[in-house]
């Protein structure tokens, strides 16, 4: 019988999410997930095979040597599992494979010596993960509130810290500064089985101009400190991702004004987050706002005086940043979709203000998987 459709994902499912999700195991060694019709094989490594047995997320589990080709297997693993890729489909009498955007140019590679051809399907491996399942919507859930205990934690100890004569913010007698806040939340993280691969924004003027600066350097009283933390919950390697943003001392009106107009700006795209809107919608919701308050676009060039600079959001899961991106030109929202919303300002200046939440969208209004307050002052 020839098949009728033939996918294929490939990778280290452990970088490669999408493979992953269809393995259910974050596997470190190459591993490949074929369709054929609709029969799942997942190719792994011969140890690996009980693993994802037991996770039953294939129909079939093989390994390379399974699959040799007439000459052998090459003895580098990822070569091999390409090689036995293509022997699955070449047994399956398989002449064209669709492929996701992640597809290691190792296999396809081998396929096309095979004289398969390789198609491209823009959705393979993203519209199922845009729409996230019960499970996935509670991994995600617990992950962000572990981020919340972690953040109230963090600004209320900037709050209640003590300033020198040089303003500069001291903790147990030592400075406050980017580096070490960062080795401190990374600590209270792995209390809570959760790591932080890609680090931690604790931003202040004039650093926080560039809205993805991680920070460095003493943090000051009466200047805004965006603390931004987006730990993955190990257990689950869902992400949680929230941004707050604190001032100790006395807040000046400029810093006011922006988060005014930030707490806002958040609101209206919040209220715009439903099914059946587009991303582009939220943005533009959101951008508005910032406008009306006063404030330029900036995007690629950093100001003195606060300015515009990114999209209001991005869905969230399995990997950190997924899409579709809540910016200009975003698609249509889907139902059961998780997004962050999280508009900012930045200057060199001024500072910076940054709020950010996890949003589920549902049949209604978006559902808000924060509870923290937006608040400035943490005292």
Known sequence: MKIQSAKILAGFPEKNASLMKRLGVPLGDPAAWIELDSRRIGLVRDLEMDRVRSAGHVDDVTCPPEHAPPLGLSADRETATAEAAVQILRSARVEKVTADRSLPYIFAWHLQQAEIEVGYDEELGVIDRRTKTRSEIEALATAQSLTEEVMKWMCTLIARSVAGDDGVLMHEGEALTSQRVRSMV?????KRDCTMSHGAIIAT??????CHHSGSGPLKTGIPIIVDLFPRHEPT???????????????????KAMHAAVVEAKAASTEALRVGNTADAVHQASEAVLIRHGYPLSRGALTDGPSIQHGTGHGIGLDLHEPILLDHGGGEILEGEV????????????????????????????RNLNSLPDSLTWD
């Open 186 to 190: 990374a600590i209270e993280f792995l």
């Open 205 to 210: 003027a004039p650093q926080v101009a560039d």
């Open 237 to 255: 390697r869902y992400w949680g991702d929230c941004t707050r943003t604190v001032v100790h001392g006395t807040i000046s009106d400029e810093v």
């Open 339 to 366: 997004f962050t919303i999280e508009p900012g300002l930045y200057g060199r200046n001024c500072g910076g203000v940054r709020i950010e939440d996890m949003l589920l969208v549902t049949g209604g209004e978006a």
